[in-house]
């Protein structure tokens, strides 16, 4: 019985180790410059003005092309028309046949800050991209997720 309880012991103190070095190991949400958001929907409010402001040090903001906080149909510089981003975070991860691989909300957003805004992406982990992933999501209510697994 005492072997028993000694692995029992040690997989308690294992988990409880990994749980407590999770919680060690996020950053700081504040990392970004941006102050971290106490409630969800002030992180969607925040998330929706740096939508709106931010250009990440290029030449335009993301509601440049995605109009009314990306709510209607958007436009490119060229004049393409965009869909609007209601619902959009329902449709991530999803598979980029251009680029060969599984994309998220994420590096979606790299994507778009880095090509079509010129400027640099905020870190992954960052509260600047907490925000605007949660503004998405909040675009993204009543959605079905998983529409993009057959």
């Keep these: 019985m005492k072997p028993v309880m000694s692995r029992l012991m040690k997989l308690a103190l294992g ?16 990392a970004a410059g941006v102050p971290p958001a106490h409630s969800l929907a002030q ?18 903001t ?9 709510t209607t149909i958007g436009h490119l510089p060229n004049g393409t028309k ?10 991530f991860p999803r598979y980029n046949p ?7 909300l994420g590096q979606q957003l790299d994507h ?4 079509g805004l010129q400027g640099k992406p905020p870190a ?3 509260a600047q991209m907490t925000d605007l ?11 079905i997720m998983g529409k993009q697994f057959k």
Excluded: W
Excluded at 15 to 30: F, K, M, Q
Excluded at 62 to 70: E, T
Excluded at 133 to 143: A, D, E, I, N
């Design 98 to 104: 251009a680029a060969h691989r599984v994309v998220t």
């Design 43 to 60: 992180a969607a409010l925040q998330g929706q003005h740096i939508f709106n402001h931010d250009k990440f040090g290029g030449v335009r």
């Design 15 to 30: 988990a409880i180790s990994v749980a407590a070095l999770g919680t060690i190991a996020l950053p700081p949400a504040h």
């Design 82 to 91: 965009i869909p609007s981003l209601m619902g959009v975070a329902a449709e």
């Design 124 to 126: 992954a982990n960052s």
């Design 112 to 115: 778009c800050i880095t090509g």
């Design 62 to 70: 993301c509601s440049a092309c995605h109009v009314n906080g990306g």
């Design 133 to 143: 992933v949660t503004y998405l999501t909040k675009l993204s209510k009543g959605s």
